[in-house]
């Protein structure tokens, strides 16, 4: 007798879910990327909790938005618009590209969906609702150019995943650090996050490095810091690193590292970046890297992994030694933090 069969849909998607979807910052994650590969000049972020747990997510941008039939197709699995053959994996520079966050996260929470296309002759925009994978209702609504999506009840039916959530300030702290990542990484764009209604921080989309860290950390942070920038080997680098002599007393690391536009982990870079330091890093103390590193898109695999925070570098070698350099070098020419706005 067979026993072999073909998963039903709802089972797929939960499956799908589970890899892309572990916790309230993920949804944050998978959402501001949309709004940031939708071209948004602001984006608006509302976290909402009360004891239970985080309760609301919303994130409304002013990007390209979607059309009535989109809208909807978009919450299908593997729907995407950003890639459409095989070989355009190999040279990804959308922060998306798999097609499958929205369906995951329609899978397991309360969705709903409000977009229009951006310079649309028709009055309308689309509303979709889906609860836990069901279409509720697909409408045309008022509202303005862009995407507003509103996350309820997530995990309501995932219950295993519900049971591992953490506290609410722990699970807050991810948001926020996941927010952070994306905006000092997408400095052109405005960047506003709301919890229970109370601003967080703002960032103003100027195009700066300091005027971004000093949105986030403060600007008696942003004074620890000297700038790296320049062409080394196959990568361009750009950001603030940590100045010797700095006062900050950092036990911590604070890595924010983005490849392509990409805020990812890579425990090799950081060693490299720390191999920079050299013995310009007291023991204990850990230096605070603002990198942007850009290369050659066809050089970076970031297929790896469904969350997408790792990615594979097919000259590794070569992109380490870079950095390694970078960093040496910005240390043993040190300026003093000052907001430039022309610096990138
Ligand atoms: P991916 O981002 O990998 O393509 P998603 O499931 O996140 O997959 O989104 C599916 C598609 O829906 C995207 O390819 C894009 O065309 C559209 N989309 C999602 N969010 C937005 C948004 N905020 N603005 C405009 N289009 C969006
Ligand atoms: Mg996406």
Known sequence: MSRVKILDEETISHIAAGEVVERAASVVKELVENAVDADAQIIRIGISA??????????????????????????RQHA????????????????????????SIAAISKVTFTTKERGSASPEAARVVIHGGELISHAAVGAPEGTSIIIEALFYNTPARRKFQKSVPTELSHVYDMVER?????????????????????????????????????????KELTPISGSFGPVKIDGWITRPGSEMKTTQTRFYLAVNGRQVTSRQLQWAIREGYGTLLPKGMFPAAFLDITLDPREVDV???????????SREREVMRSVQDAVYQALHEERVFSPAPDHK
Do not use: W
Not at 80 to 103: M, N, Q, V, Y
Not at 303 to 313: D, F, G, M, S, W
């Open 50 to 75: 009360d004891k239970t747990g985080i309760t609301r997510i919303s994130v409304t941008d002013d990007g390209v938005g979607m059309d009535f039939d989109d809208a909807l197709l978009a919450f």
């Open 80 to 103: 995407t618009s950003k890639i459409s053959r095989p070989e355009d994996l190999d040279g990804i520079t959308t922060l998306g590209f798999r097609g499958e966050a929205l369906a």
């Open 182 to 222: 994306i905006a000092l990484s997408n400095r052109h764009i405005s960047f506003v996050l709301l919890y229970n209604g109370k601003e967080r921080f703002q960032t103003f989309g100027t195009g700066s490095y300091p005027d971004v860290i000093a949105a986030v950390f403060g600007s008696s942070f942003s």
């Open 303 to 313: 297929n790896v992994h469904p969350t997408k925070r790792e990615i594979r570098l």
